[in-house]
């Protein structure tokens, strides 16, 4: 075994890409090329991987347990939607940074207010800010269009170019690029001295105050990227359905991003790849074979994770690798 | 050549002449509500089509019709989307049907115009909805046909004040809006009106606002299925009946397969509808029958099974009008003016809209027997949308 780095040369170890973590490109870039493949679904999975992604940052890198990150996910789900309905922002990608910076405005404020608290009523109170909103959005049926959803989105082609065509081609190459640009912000975050102060914060937040870090600010930073990165989500969501309802906003999607990130497994950077492939291929490979009783299906997997892998997906695969190892050592 | 081979090209030859027509397999994309706290009313739409297929399948032998079943798990526009892109670019199906709930249809609409895919809608009953798509058609109902008369009636049988209690959505929308419209004209009063959110409702609070505006009556639309249900035991629990304060609305809140679950509180209600499981006609004596056959005795078709079965024969129609190939141009032309002996009573796709005119019956809910039946009372023969009357296209 070689000699433990130096803590600065470990970052720098971290930083330089693996092959290994080209894999998620590789496939994603191949399933494109694949003569049935299904790019409708494979739109939503790198859109909610990004939302995964989003919530691994404050959950699984800081620890911040939150029941509401769909909150952000709606706002720029929303933002989106509503330049392009309203206002006639019919420019995609400029209408996405938007998205993500009125997301990110929101989780500064209310990071400010929430984060001040943890545990049981930090739950409580991340789930009660998604609940308002979507009640908000509901009671707006004027602006939004309520229960109804909001119709009639129209979004310009990409670069003048590329039309979101029925078969989902161009929205499937938007979200890739998308979520690609996100992952190495996300990697730079998580592989720096902050994304370190980050874990530390999750594993003892009163010995990081002891030693000097600005655990509310640090928490309050990281909390508004994620915002700004879950908003950039929702709003790949109204640009390539061109539609928004207020499920965006409903403890269901918190629930579910939830559920894909502790699939995938917290705090690796893949396991949201992992999870939010494996779940929504499982939701409509079983929802087609039963279209009644799918959902008993996903409950049962969820169980087994939760019981037998607690790592999730990517767990396994590590205990399994290590196995190997020392089976060959 | 060998006798043995005479006779194998003879039998081939014989093959080709008396199979001339190539049977095709026409694919029938469903999107329906299988899940979740609405999954009652896909099921109902499900059973339908699955009977409809049985008992009709020789009509348009040789082709045979495959059904594409899927769950949209309900009120969610974006899976009802996705699920209508799969269908039409993956499973390839040749035609669309279903859909419960107007938000579905409404997200569905773009992709049927851009791949020229007609819907045939079974239930969601909203009236701007076929507006959305050329390739819409309605073989179900829309709440302005049943509220619009409702509110003429309401005044007609002496009714001056009502208070209104509808589902915050399109179809309560419609309802709300027709209701005000007939019943304000004729002379009535709106005593006060409430929305009620369409996820999760607890109708309790809305009901007691209703009573403390003491009005005559209230009109009420929600969803049918089990959120009729709850308002009704609801309407039961406020002892608004002791209030003196009646119930009337769209025939949705006392649908026939949900009757036997309200107890006795909704007799006495008067609906506006176009189908009841009792209406008296031989067509519907016949899907009664074949219905408790194949779901046994104590299966209660509703006007979502007969929504579904109209829809089906409707895609029969069409699939034996072209042979088998279906375009969607030529599918919709078909549909257009498209008639039918529904066990509704007659029934018929206008021309112009591709909505449905049909009879809208007055019924009110009474003692038969045992059971709870909704007694039509008086008919309003072949109703158009009014909606689209005072809203012509343009």
């Given amino acids: 075994m070689a000699t433990p780095l130096h803590p600065i040369d470990q970052l720098g170890a971290w930083h330089r890409i693996r092959p290994l973590e080209l894999l998620p490109w590789v496939l994603a870039v191949g399933y494109y090329f694949l003569p049935n493949s299904n790019l409708p679904l494979g739109t939503e999975i790198l859109t909610w991987a990004l939302f995964t992604l989003s919530l691994d940052l404050v959950l699984g890198y800081t620890g911040i347990v939150s029941l509401g990150h769909a909150a952000f996910f709606g706002i720029g789900a929303y933002a989106a939607g509503l330049v392009a309905r309203w206002l006639g922002w019919t420019e995609p990608i400029t209408a996405l940074i938007f998205a993500g910076a009125v997301s990110g405005v929101a989780g500064v404020i209310s990071g400010l207010i929430v984060l001040r608290t943890h545990g049981l009523t930090l739950l409580m109170l991340t789930m009660a800010v998604a609940v308002m909103l979507k009640e908000l959005a509901n009671k707006l049926g004027w602006l939004t269009g309520g229960a109804d959803g909001l119709q009639g989105i129209v979004i310009d082609p990409i670069f003048g170019q590329f039309r979101f065509d029925m078969f989902g081609r161009t929205t499937y190459w938007y979200a890739l690029a998308v979520l690609f640009l996100a992952w190495i912000v996300a990697r730079r975050i998580v592989h720096s001295p902050f994304g370190r102060s980050l874990v530390g914060i999750r594993e003892n937040a009163t010995r990081m105050s002891a030693i000097g870090s600005p655990v509310m600010l640090r928490m309050v930073t990281v909390y508004a990227i994620s915002a700004a990165m879950a908003g950039v989500a929702g709003a790949l969501l109204a640009q390539t359905t061109r539609y928004v309802t207020v499920n965006v906003l409903s403890l269901e999607y918190s629930g579910d991003v939830l559920i894909m990130l502790v699939l995938g497994g917290m705090g690796r950077l893949y396991g949201a790849f992992a999870g939010s492939a494996v779940f929504l291929v499982l939701r409509d490979e079983l929802s087609k074979l039963s279209p009644y009783y799918w959902s008993f299906g996903i409950g049962l997997l969820l169980v087994a994770t939760v019981l037998f892998a607690r790592g999730g997906l990517l767990g396994i695969v590590d205990t399994l690798w290590d196995r190997i190892k020392r089976w060959r050592a | ?394």
């Fill in chain 2, 1 to 394: 050549m060998t006798s043995k081979l005479k006779i194998i090209a003879a039998a081939a030859l014989a093959a080709v002449f008396v199979q001339p027509v190539a049977a095709d397999n026409v694919k029938v994309g469903i999107i329906t509500t299988l899940s979740g706290p609405n999954a009652s009313l896909g099921q109902q739409m499900d059973q339908a089509i699955k009977l409809y297929n049985k008992l009709h399948a020789r009509d348009i032998a040789p082709h045979t019709v495959e059904i594409v079943l899927r769950d949209d798990t309900g009120p969610a526009p974006d899976v009802a989307r996705r699920i209508a892109q799969e269908l039409i670019t993956r499973d390839r199906v040749n035609i669309l049907g279903g859909v419960v709930f107007t938000p579905n249809a409404h997200a569905i609409a773009p992709l049927a115009t851009e791949a020229k895919m007609p819907l045939v809608i079974m239930n969601a009953g909203t009236s701007v909805t076929t507006t959305l798509s050329p390739y819409f058609a309605r073989v179900s109902f829309t709440l302005w046909q049943s509220s619009f008369p409702m509110g003429q009636w309401a005044h007609q049988a002496g009714i001056r004040s009502v208070f209104t209690a509808v589902t915050d959505y399109g179809p309560g929308h419609d309802a709300e809006a027709a209701f005000t419209k007939a019943f304000t004209e004729a002379g009535g009063k709106i005593a006060g009106s409430v929305r009620m959110p369409l996820a999760n409702p607890d109708f309790v609070p809305f009901i007691q606002r209703a009573k403390d505006a003491n009005p005559e009556a209230v009109f009420t639309f929600v969803p049918a299925g089990r959120q009729a249900t709850a308002f009704m035991k609801a309407f039961g629990e406020r002892g608004m009946r002791e209030a003196n304060i009646r119930l009337i609305g769209p025939g949705d809140i006392v649908t026939d397969e949900e009757l036997p679950n309200m107890g006795d509180v909704p007799l006495g209600v008067v609906t506006m509808h176009h189908y009841s499981s009792v209406h008296d006609s031989p067509t519907n004596r016949e899907f009664q029958a074949a219905w408790k056959k194949e779901y046994g005795p104590n299966a209660v078709p509703g006007f979502m099974a007969v929504g579904a079965w109209d829809g089906m024969a409707a895609i029969y129609h069409v699939i034996k009008q072209q042979n088998g190939k279906l375009d969607g141009d030529r599918t919709m032309a078909l549909l257009k003016g498209w008639k039918h002996e529904s066990p509704r009573g007659p029934i018929m796709i206008d021309p112009d809209t591709r909505d449905i005119v049909q009879n809208e019956y007055i019924r009110r809910v009474e003692k038969l027997g045992n059971a709870l039946a909704n007694i039509e009372i008086g008919t309003i023969p072949q109703v158009k949308d009014p909606w689209k009357v005072f809203n012509p296209p343009k």
